[in-house]
DNA sequence: CGCTGTCTTGAACGTCTTCAACCATAGTGG
DNA sequence: CCACTATGGTTGAAGACGTTCAAGACAGCG
């Protein structure tokens, strides 16, 4: 049992009515997770839907290789564990806390149960899955690039456009990514990441700060798809 | 206006009502495409919800670089344009038929009103989505193996499990891909995809045939995931 | 203080791309 | 019928690029 207003917060739930909204305060849970700390393993059953109400979540693979590789870097708003409800798979990766995270949880039952009784649910749904489609198709097009320059680059500029902050030229954006979670998302090592990375440091182009990375050339940062190191 | 057997043939809408049939086929259309003709254009408006009932289709970008990338091999049964129109983006891609096809249209207002008459297509919709969604994260991770040899055994790999038809040790792919296409969808040049294919089709390891691909040697297929060329 | 984890740098090696050429096939028009 | 063109496949050699291994810097934390 949880305070109505926590719910009022996720997008999804946002525009419910006082019934639903009181319905899903009975029956959801608040989960805490500190940094670092997992939240589920690859193959585990799915038994809740986890909606990260504060924080940041990551899903990532660990090939046999040993190499990472970063689904995705879930932001507060988003669900996890989602997809594989509603089609009944257990679960494709892992995830963990990327910052500190707050996550409401509904279980199976309870989130079939939602979609049953509540249609208007199923739209935000659907709305909620299309965006994390677009997101795996840039990823896919980031991964096609030639030359990891190019793959940073592209990614940087993916995550400029979903949750870059402008300013004054300049666009800061509030992710902090160890070089080796770059190196997972972009198909690299860590190596190489460091080495681009520091010689675009260097260059003025992007500054990796604690909170994030300040990319201070935009135009510049364009330029260095599709060409070599 | 087309026959409600077609329609019964559609996976979705196979356990529809006799109304709800018999709805759709007043307004829906049947197209056909040749093959290599263009569905849509990428940056195109969605106009339509498209789902392949026969043939193939394939959607793809082509880079600034000339490079085009495959973001996916349509079987029928599945649907193209559909994201777009759920979430009103423009065509993020191109489309064109990688087999003669025939395709079942349904008009954007159309398709919207069959959401809201008849939810009982939403769940479909929303299964169709997770299974795109699967196919996309296996991209990722395909994409994500270090070596193209790598890349290549898992794309065939993937096939194999969604599509393949086991005989007697070997399996078959039947999916007619160039060696261009392969590149496109493991990020990486054609000459590469070539050497690397002629070893195996020597090595009695796959085999490029008219209709597709025999794995002769699926075990020894799978060994080469994560070792170089 | 020593430990751990992230970041960093250098050098050697191996893979992939690039460029260039060539073969085979099918379709076209003279 | 034959040149002519287009397309897909193929091969070789050179060089660029990324990985790998090895080593060290640095900060935070017990």
């Known amino acids: 049992m ?6 009022r917060k996720i997008p999804r739930f946002a525009n419910l009515g006082l019934e639903e909204m009181q319905w899903l305060s009975d029956k959801a849970l608040l989960r805490h997770y500190k940094l670092g700390e997992p ?3 690859e193959g585990d059953e799915c038994t809740h839907c986890l909606i990260i109400i504060q924080g940041e979540a990551k899903v990532f693979k660990v ?3 040993g190499r990472e590789i970063i689904l995705g870097i879930i932001q507060s708003g988003e669900a996890i564990g989602e997809v594989s409800l509603l089609d009944g798979t257990h679960l ?5 806390a990327h910052k500190d995270c707050t996550v409401f949880a509904l279980e199976r039952e309870v989130y079939h149960k939602l979609l049953k009784k509540y249609p208007a649910v199923v739209h935000s749904i659907i709305r909620d899955l299309t965006l994390r489609m677009r997101s ?6 980031t991964l096609s690039e030639q030359g990891v320059q190019s793959r940073i680059s592209q990614l940087l500029q993916s995550f400029s456009r979903e949750i870059g902050r402008s300013t004054s030229g300049s666009v800061m954006v509030p992710v902090r990514l160890s070089r080796g979670e770059i190196a997972g998302m972009v198909g690299a090592r860590i190596e190489t990441v460091i080495r681009i990375m520091s010689r ?5 182009i992007v500054e990796t700060l ?4 300040l990319i201070k050339e935009p135009a510049k940062l364009a330029e260095m798809v599709g060409q070599g190191d």
């Open 2 to 7: 949880i305070d109505p207003d926590e719910i």
């Open 39 to 41: 939240i589920f393993f």
């Open 63 to 65: 090939l046999e290789s």
């Open 92 to 96: 494709p990766a892992n995830a963990m």
């Open 136 to 141: 795996l198709r840039i990823r896919v097009e």
């Open 200 to 204: 675009w440091q260097k260059e003025g």
């Open 210 to 213: 604690d909170n994030g990375f």
